[in-house]
């Protein structure tokens, strides 16, 4: 595994990028500049082929720069779920306004009772929004799918699903190409007496898993059902799923860069190998 400050989009195998690692609301200011204030955004690099997971804040710089690489796009953009944070770069993410892009939207958690279609024109709508997603001059398709599904998205791209513990759900992603594997979930609430096994099987074995680690656990009593968990449940279902390698995301607003500090150092001496999230981090396997 090799961490770098940027990637080559045109190099095969398997790379992830984070455009935003910050949870619940941004943090634009002083105090989070070394690891970030965007909300959650990441790019997985299939062989060249972009893989796009959530859509906060740090969207907008991710679209920014598929803008600047040049050419058109026809790329799938898969959504843990639809709280504000996940959603809310989607009406500034500029390859939608190019009328020869393609993308696929998908989202495992909101049937029967709703559509992914639905939610998001409900969130641009007046007096929330002055325009719906309509405005959209690209082909955006919208894909609803049982979760527990596994995503066919091309050639050597494997998607498994698995269902997260959050309020009104989310979705847990594996991502499978050239012989690696990338988990990503967020956000999720875990139990303090067990481990989820549902959890535990979806990353077993995997070279990396992008946890949900909102809070520490001295934090998580007084949090309880608010949807999240600790970077130290992190460490525990990767120990227990033998995974390569832990990363500590979706940082709690409060954390500022001093905190995620001593969290990166107590993460380190507890599992060796553990990688905090920021913005910009490039993670090559």
Known sequence: MTLLPSTDPDKAGLSVRFWGVRGSVSTPDAM???YGGNTSSIEVDCGGKPLLLDAGTGLRYLGNALQGRGGTWDLDLLLTHTHFDHVCGIPFFKPFFNPENRFRLWAGHLL?????RSVLEDMMIAPLF???????????????????????????VRVRTAPLNHPNGATAYRIEHAGRSVCYLTDTEHDPDALDETIVELIRDADLAIYDCTYTDAEFPNRVGWGHSTWEEGCRLCDAAAVETLVIFHHDPDHDDDFMDAIATAAEAR??????????????L
């Open 32 to 34: 989070t500049s070394r």
């Open 112 to 116: 029967p009772e709703h559509t992914l």
């Open 130 to 156: 002055p325009v719906p997603p309509g405005i959209f001059p690209a082909s955006v398709e919208y894909r609803d799918f049982a979760v527990g599904t596994t995503l066919d998205l091309g050639p050597d």
């Open 271 to 284: 599992r060796p190998g553990t990688v905090v999230a920021r913005e910009g981090l490039v993670i090559e």
